[in-house]
């Protein structure tokens, strides 16, 4: 590592606490989302549809929730926001233990929800106010590596649980759950809390922020990035598995090869990365993406199975390029364009498009993948090319986006 690498590699020391509190979180995360579904079929009597309906219209219900505390984070700073909102989440799993009606699945997921529509929505303040000016993208590369790694683990310790099969291994996926958000709430207590300077500027409010041109259009390709990211989710193993008919390993071999290339290559990326136009880097982020989903497209032409599965795995690796050019620089681009007495507003404002493409992506790629795939991944090309074309807009018109990464 040269000086210039040591220089501007991030120091976790000072805010081990922090990331400490974000693993500890995705961790939690990664164990009750890969069986949610399961949890209520299997400790409830409802049927597939009631719950799919009570969590749906707890996504719903909590789409306001991030702008709501945008002026909130901005009056009394991140760190206690970020606190309720672990508390939020960490309530709303321990109901789960006892919730055996719609209605009740429905309330719980709604503060789980709401909770974390409001945590993202803080998270970024607090990584803008502790990484110094050239350092951020690293920070947001750093810190999505270990979320994604705690995805993973997570994800395997629910697995043993699914294994057991019994009503106290599901039992115990929502109460480890629970504590990892009260876990987090301890060791943010330690945070410094990341609030405006008194005498700056907060006058205008939300109408200052809704106004802000240059800002619309940076949200409005978030909302491009965000649909593209939940395509891992939802499109893709249900494409390999029941469209395409390939063996159910290769879902597990996607979400693996996206687990190590984000987890363990992205702090690389990021510092090769240095030096580049942030706008540049998201057009090229972008054209990642496109080139998986075509990759995806021509697996589906292939009568060789072998080759179909190679196509697959080529497009996800494709794929997750995208996700690591573009991860970092979106979030550092939307925080550095926010002025700082509104940075909670603004945050929000982009973290709900975050929130509306989670609500929107499963009903939309779910119905479009129904009808093949040319009407899958071609509509998901175009929207690949519309958010190449706003990192073309937003680098003429964002001073963030103009410049290099690591420069301050």
Known sequence: M???????????????????????????????????????????????VQVGAALTTAGLLALPAGPLVGGLVDRYGAKPVLQAANLAQALGFAGYLVAGQTWQI??????????RAVFFGC????????AAPGQRERWFGLLGSVRNLGYALGGLLSAVAVTIGTHGGYSAIVVVNALSYIAALALLQAVPNARPEPGQDTAGGWPRVLRDRRYLSLVAHQLCFAISLFALNIAIPLYTVDVMGLPGWTAGAVFTLNTLMVGFGQGILVRW???????????????????GYLLFLAADR????????????????????????????????AAESAPDALRGRYLALNQLAVTVAGAVAPVALSGLLSTGAAAIWLPLVGVSI???????????????????????
């Open 2 to 48: 040269t000086a210039s690498d040591r220089a501007t590699h991030p120091r976790i020391a000072p805010h081990h606490r922090f990331v400490a509190a974000i693993v500890i979180d995705s961790i939690g995360t990664g164990v009750f989302v890969p069986v949610s579904m399961l949890y209520f079929l299997a400790t409830t009597s409802l049927t597939l």
């Open 106 to 115: 429905a309330l719980c997921a709604w503060l789980n929800s709401a909770g």
């Open 123 to 130: 998270y970024g303040v607090t990584v803008t106010a502790l």
């Open 273 to 291: 990365l240095s030096g580049r136009i942030r706008s540049r880097v998201l057009v090229a982020g972008h054209a990642c993406f496109a080139a």
């Open 302 to 333: 292939m009568a060789v199975p072998a080759l179909a599965i190679a196509a697959v795995l080529l497009g996800t690796g494709s794929y997750t390029f995208g996700e690591i050019l573009g991860g970092p620089v979106t979030s550092t681009v």
């Open 386 to 408: 519309l958010g190449a074309t706003l990192a073309n807009v937003i680098g003429r018109t964002v001073p963030a986006a103009q410049k290099r990464i690591g420069g301050v």
